[in-house]
């Protein structure tokens, strides 16, 4: 069964820093996808950033990009010119794609942003 | 318009007691799913339906009944409600099938569950 593993329960950074979230997983597949979403207090799930690992080019969306080590499982999430409304839950995950339907999450990582 | 809509967002009750969670989506995705999160925020699947089929059911006490009347919709009904029940619950949506997906989920606002 395939395992997200998100060893950073909390971290915090200064408001206009880079900060980088952890990701390891798990699986015998070679195809798949991995995603970031973020979690703010009001419980909204929303989409971060997304990665299919077929592709080497590593996954950016404005500030926030990824650092995909397919080799050794690892997702990593790096947030730069950190912004207050980047404080939340961001949890990392996984999905094998093709008929498999669900996502295995992370137990996520509570950011905090310092002004 | 929203894409997923959960209703409703709050739900207290009282023990034993029998309650519904309504989901719709209208992104006209193929695929429904039902998330659990608990108190310690970790989120796991609990049911996924196909096109109104059943596809996955991860080990979820058979109090717990999801009905799918249509593509659009996956309601949550709950029986017997127990303490242990409580948390926030996520409908979230997908399209499947299909070239160029990768599968990504919307998800509702949650709804959360706390029973006395």
């Known amino acids: 069964a395939q395992t997200v593993t998100q060893s950073q329960p909390e971290m915090s950074v200064q408001e206009a820093e880079t900060v980088t979230l952890s990701c390891t997983y798990d699986t015998s597949e070679s195809d798949y996808y991995l995603f970031w979403y973020k979690q703010p207090p009001s419980r909204q799930m929303i989409l971060v950033i997304r990665?299919?690992?077929?592709?080497?080019q590593n996954a950016t969306e404005n500030r926030f990009s990824v650092n995909f080590q397919k080799a050794a499982k690892s997702f990593s999430l790096k947030i730069s010119d950190s912004q207050l409304g980047d404080a939340a839950m961001y949890f990392c995950?996984?999905?094998?794609?093709?008929?498999?339907?669900?996502?295995?999450f992370g137990k996520g990582t509570l950011l905090t942003v310092n002004p | 318009d929203t894409a997923v809509s959960q209703t409703p967002k709050y739900l207290v009750t009282q023990m034993g007691n029998d309650k519904s969670i309504k989901c719709e989506q209208n992104?006209?995705?193929?695929?429904m799913y039902w998330y659990k999160q608990d108190s310690k925020k970790f989120l796991k699947i609990m049911f996924s339906?196909?096109?109104?089929?059943?596809?996955i059911n991860e080990t979820v006490p058979n109090r717990f009944s999801p009905k799918s009347p249509d593509k659009a919709h996956l309601n949550l009904h709950i029986n017997s409600l127990e303490l242990g029940d409580s948390a926030v619950y996520f409908c979230a949506s997908s399209q499947v099938f299909g070239r160029g997906l990768y599968n990504e989920q919307f998800f509702g606002p949650g709804t959360r569950l706390t029973v006395l």
């Open positions: 992104l006209g995705h193929d695929t």
């Open positions: 339906y196909n096109n109104k089929e059943l596809i």
């Open positions: 995950a996984y999905n094998s794609g093709g008929s498999n339907y669900k996502l295995t």
């Open positions: 990665q299919e690992a077929y592709k080497q």
